[in-house]
């Protein structure tokens, strides 16, 4: 072999900071979205969902069941009361089957119909949207908010400025303590914290949440929906060629501009222009501030406010709607969109799945746990009388929200004396620990380890409740 390897210097050149030339930025700064206000039948729908939404959150936890607060997660007590069910730490399948069947319907949802829930129920879009109705209701409308802005501060701006940081901090603040409520009594809540009564942790809490409520409607927002939510960034997994999305249709709105009203559609297409009049509305409206018109971005929502825009501007123009619209890509390209497919079907039937064994779940519920611990310091004993004695420890759990009266009994064994309560009462959500004594005539013992349970009964509503729970009886022999 006689051909060399050619051999090139790479000596690292040091370059002086004064030779760097720094072209382009490559982080630009985030320009403030001053959205638009629009009116259509997504922004109805969108409004809708919105009072409901945030209706229900208001409300729940003011809902009184039974003399106590229907819903209340307490975590001190380690339990969540809805209503009349009680979960415990022990009810982790309920949690379990709820977070799948969330999943699946986010799932489902999105395959069908893109990011709705990001745009219509999202409590980031809600309550962004609160902020922004104030934000309008004290500064004006969008030109007014922008030229505001840019002037300098004076008496007015102070004051639109004091009253809108004013309603912002009060709506938080709102918000911090109902969400608080939801894990403490909220009745108390709201005197103690009024009253200046509050303990360091529950001020600290509610404090806490008024400042997220404050940065993320307030000053974050499409920054929580672009550049933090997760689930924005793995949703375009879910997304086919059939899923219902906000898009513009190119092919009749380009080529976009500006043009008289008085112009028939004829004219307008002869002098080679589509139906788009490029009058910026669509971006105007957009809570993320993008352009759709530049295609499908994972920046958008779907909250449809370009929809409505653009609807707005056609019907003026008298031009047909939905140059803006709901649609698939496939539509988009002249077909039609498949509704039942595969992937689709396949997220219905686990969630159908899902939801039934979640309902099952919490009806065959038994409100009622046993554990049983055998003592673990003698194996057996023999009693004055001659009898072989196993000590054990019992736990009864009232999963209830009502007092119960519980009776014990042990299946098994031949003849047993029972050494300790028969008959416990507990209250609501109360655990009771029993020590109790099983003694049996070693006649009716074989030499070794027997199986034996422990049964615990009630009554709720006149229906029987019982826990049996296995446990051993060892006689070692005499
Ligand atoms: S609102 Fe409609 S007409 Fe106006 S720029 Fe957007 S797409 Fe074009
Ligand atoms: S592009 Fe349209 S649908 Fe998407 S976020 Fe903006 S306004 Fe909403």
């Known amino acids: 072999m006689t051909e060399k390897i050619p051999v090139k210097d790479v000596t690292p050149v040091k370059i002086e900071k004064s030779q760097v030339q720094i072209t382009k930025p490559s982080y630009s700064a985030r320009s403030r979205i001053y959205?638009?206000?629009?009116?259509?039948?997504?922004?109805?729908?969108?409004?809708?969902?919105?009072?409901?939404?945030?209706?229900?959150?208001?409300?729940?936890?003011?809902?009184q069941y039974d003399g106590?607060?229907?819903?209340?997660?307490?975590?001190?007590?380690?339990?969540?009361?809805?209503?009349?069910?009680?979960l415990w730490p022990q009810d982790l399948t309920v949690l379990a089957y709820t977070l799948i069947v969330s999943a699946f319907g986010l799932f489902f949802i999105t395959t069908f119909a893109g990011r709705v829930w990001c745009g219509f129920m999202c409590p980031q879009t809600a309550w962004t949207y609160i902020f922004v109705w104030f934000e309008e209701k004290i500064e004006g409308a969008r030109n007014k908010r922008i030229k505001l802005d840019q002037r300098k501060m004076d008496a007015d701006k102070a004051m639109r400025k004091t009253a809108?940081?004013?309603?912002?901090?009060?709506?938080s603040l709102l918000t911090a303590l109902t969400f608080v409520g939801y894990f403490m009594p909220i009745n108390e809540l709201f005197i103690d914290f009024f009253t200046f009564d509050v303990g360091f942790w529950t001020g600290f809490w509610v404090i806490f949440f008024t400042v997220c409520t404050y940065g993320?409607?307030?000053?974050?927002?499409?920054?929580?929906?672009?550049?933090?939510?997760?689930?924005?960034?793995?949703?375009?997994?879910?997304?086919d060629k059939d899923t219902f999305t906000v898009a513009y249709n190119g092919e009749r709105g380009e080529k976009r501009g500006p043009r008289s009203r008085k112009l028939t559609p004829e004219d307008v297409h002869a002098k080679g222009l589509g139906d788009c009049v490029d009058?910026?509305?669509?971006?105007?409206?957009?809570?993320?501030?993008?352009?759709?018109?530049?295609?499908?971005?994972?920046?958008c929502i779907n909250c449809g406010a370009c929809v409505d825009a653009c609807n707005g501007v056609m019907e003026k123009m008298g031009y047909e709607k939905n140059l803006i619209s709901f649609t698939s890509e496939h539509e988009l390209a002249g077909g039609t969109t498949k509704i039942f497919r595969p992937k689709l079907i396949g997220?219905?039937?686990?969630?159908?799945?899902?939801?039934?064994?979640?309902?099952?779940?919490?009806?065959?519920?038994?409100?009622?746990?046993?554990?049983?611990?055998?003592?673990?310091?003698?194996?057996?004993?023999?009693?004055?009388?001659?009898?072989?004695?196993?000590?054990?420890t019992l736990k009864v759990l009232n999963k209830s929200q009502l007092i119960q009266t519980y009776?014990?009994?042990?299946?098994?064994?031949?003849?047993?004396?029972?050494?300790?309560?028969?008959?416990?009462?507990?209250?609501?959500?109360g655990v009771y620990t029993l020590p109790i004594s099983v003694a049996v005539d070693p006649i009716n013992l074989e030499e070794g380890t027997q199986k034996i349970y422990f049964r615990v009964t009630t009554s709720v509503n006149g229906e029987i409740v019982?826990?049996?729970?296995?446990?051993?009886?060892i006689f070692t022999g005499v």
């Not at 809108?164 to 709506?171: E, G, L, P, Q």
């Not at 993320?216 to 997304?239: D, K, V």
């Not at 409100?367 to 057996?380: F, K």
Request: hydrophobic letters at 45%; charged letters at 20%.
């Open 164 to 171: 809108k940081h004013f309603a912002w901090v009060s709506v």
């Open 466 to 473: 019982e826990s049996t729970e296995p446990s051993t009886f």
């Open 216 to 239: 993320n409607a307030g000053y974050m927002r499409e920054i929580m929906c672009t550049h933090m939510c997760p689930y924005a960034r793995f949703q375009s997994a879910m997304f």
């Open 35 to 63: 959205v638009r206000s629009v009116q259509g039948m997504f922004e109805t729908i969108r409004r809708l969902f919105g009072l409901i939404m945030i209706g229900l959150f208001a409300v729940a936890p003011w809902i």
């Open 279 to 299: 009058c910026n509305l669509c971006v105007q409206v957009c809570p993320t501030g993008i352009d759709i018109r530049n295609g499908l971005q994972y920046e």
């Open 347 to 392: 997220y219905a039937v686990v969630l159908a799945i899902m939801t039934s064994l979640l309902i099952y779940d919490i009806a065959s519920r038994v409100p009622l746990e046993v554990d049983i611990i055998r003592d673990r310091n003698s194996l057996d004993r023999e009693t004055n009388e001659g009898l072989i004695e196993n000590v054990y």
């Open 407 to 429: 009776n014990i009994e042990v299946l098994g064994l031949t003849d047993p004396k029972f050494m300790g309560n028969t008959q416990v009462t507990v209250e609501g959500g």
């Open 68 to 86: 106590s607060q229907a819903i209340l997660f307490d975590l001190a007590e380690q339990r969540f009361n809805i209503f009349g069910l009680t």
